[in-house]
């Protein structure tokens, strides 16, 4: 049975930093590509970064660029999302997925076979 659990949500104020991670179990994790997506309230969900199995590729979405670095350590299946200079526009729920079949866009939802239930991330301004 395929899980991934976020952790590390939490109130921070504004300027400051927080550091996610994705715990998997169930899957080859180290052949997966892993994501981070968040969604405000009110807004679709949207890409935030994605790793590849090999760890040298990395992708950010504009909006968190120089701000955030995703990174992954395969010995203990966790994927993790550091979070620096958070702004209040942050704020959402962050939620970490896992693709199995390397798909080609990251920054594609579709592309992912697996979805954790999301950690709540709050920047007061």
């Known amino acids: 049975q395929v899980q991934l659990v976020e952790s590390g949500g939490g109130l921070v104020q504004a300027g400051g930093s927080l550091r996610l991670s994705c715990a998997a179990s169930?899957?080859?994790?180290?052949?997966?590509?892993m994501g981070w997506f968040r969604q405000a309230p009110g807004k679709e969900r949207e890409f935030v970064a994605a790793?590849?199995?090999?760890?040298?590729?990395?992708v950010y979405a504009d909006s968190v660029k120089g701000r955030f670095t995703i990174s992954r350590d395969n010995a203990k299946n966790t994927v993790y999302l550091q979070m620096n200079s958070l702004k209040p526009d942050d704020t959402a729920v962050y939620y970490c997925?896992?693709?199995?079949?390397?798909?080609?866009?990251?920054?594609?939802?579709?592309?992912?076979?697996?979805w954790g239930q999301g950690t709540q991330v709050t920047v007061s301004s």
């Open positions: 997925a896992a693709d199995a079949a390397y798909g080609t866009y990251v920054y594609q939802e579709y592309i992912y076979d697996y």
């Open positions: 169930g899957v080859a994790f180290s052949t997966y590509t």
């Open positions: 790793i590849r199995p090999n760890v040298r590729i990395t």
